[in-house]
């Protein structure tokens, strides 16, 4: 295999405020966990909700747009990669945590139940400019040449 890939794709909601601290840099640091829920029916026919908690930290712009915009509730989508950290606590014991480092998130609403809030749907956010991504439409795909339009009298020369 020529490369390996590390990459996470969560939708899940909010467990608390972000917590956003500014370095001494100036570069903004967001961290907040976020609980994915999934269901079946076990065995003997009951519902089982088995969930799951991530701790998303988010960098720069993302996380400037965290600190204005997330709320504990909230649903988001979050793409970003797998980090293991190490530490020793004050006890002295050594430490391990998985934390993904989202470098794209897109706001899916408020939190459930409430109806969402409006103007925070639906919007994207890039971790290189952590800017809206356009709601304009794709543009219209080139028209097919006449030589592979259905009906033509070249579709014998087709390869297929």
Do not use: C
Not at 16 to 28: I, K, M, T, W
Not at 60 to 84: F, P, W
Not at 104 to 131: C, K, R
Not at 139 to 154: E, H, V
């Amino acid at each position: 295999m020529a490369g390996s890939v590390n990459k996470v794709i969560l939708i899940g909601n909010l467990g608390s405020d972000p917590e956003v601290r500014y370095l001494e840099s100036g570069s903004a640091v967001a961290k907040f966990n976020i609980a994915t829920t999934e269901s079946y029916t076990n065995k003997s026919g009951e519902r089982v909700d088995n969930t799951e908690w991530h701790r998303i930290e988010l960098w720069e712009g993302l996380a400037k747009v965290a600190e204005k915009y997330l709320k504990k509730g909230n649903q988001v989508y979050i793409e970003g990669r797998i980090r293991t950290d190490s530490w020793t606590d004050k006890e002295g014991l050594q430490k391990t945590g998985v934390t993904i480092r989202a470098n794209s998130m897109t706001l899916l609403g408020g939190p459930s139940g409430s109806g969402g809030q409006a103007e925070n749907s639906n919007q994207g956010y890039q971790q290189q400019s952590a800017a809206p991504r356009s709601n304009q439409s794709p543009r219209p795909a080139d028209p097919i040449p006449p030589a592979l339009a259905a009906g033509s009298d070249d579709d014998d020369d087709l390869p297929f």
